[in-house]
């Protein structure tokens, strides 16, 4: 396997898991807003917080990867919103949960601003279309998946197992990568 398309295809895993993370909450949401007894506007609250620190990671981490090796800050992106999204199972709290969405917001800010550009580097210019519109095509497809396994496994064993499910992946293929 050429160093091109292993990094391609580990790339274009880790986009589909980082949308497949982020959108179990949604699928997942009347489970936990149940068990934490909270309000809509609390529910809505948790990815306005994953937004917001995405939002204010994105230029700090873009920032790093002009000064840095972008691979290592790609990993350690990977493995932060992994973790996040492990953790989530021993969360028993709202404010834990926000924290948690924190967390995960910095995680896929440092990934989605590196990704691209390093594809970029590997692929010339009449490539990249191609490339990019595969990577990007993981993101509805993660975000459908994610929603379903939210709302499926969820219901089938509980809010917390879609978060462990899927929160393994992303920590073998960062570790891959």
Known sequence: ????LGTFLLLVALNLLNYIDRYILPGAQP???????ATDEQMGALTT???????????????????????????????????????????????MFYLRQAFVGIGEATFGIYAPAVLADFYPERDRNRVLSIFY????VGAALGYVA??????????????LICAIPGLVIAALY
């Open 1 to 4: 396997l050429n160093p091109a």
């Open 31 to 37: 489970l936990i807003q149940r068990e934490f007894g």
């Open 49 to 95: 917080a994953m937004f917001f620190f995405y939002m204010f990671a994105a230029p700090a981490t873009g920032w790093l990867g002009d000064r840095m090796s972008r691979k290592p800050l790609i990993i350690a992106g990977a493995i932060l919103w992994s973790l996040a999204t492990l953790g989530t199972v021993w969360v028993h709290g709202y404010w």
């Open 137 to 140: 095509i993981a993101i509805p």
């Open 150 to 163: 939210g709302g499926e496994i969820g219901s089938a064993l509980g809010w917390r197992a879609p978060f």
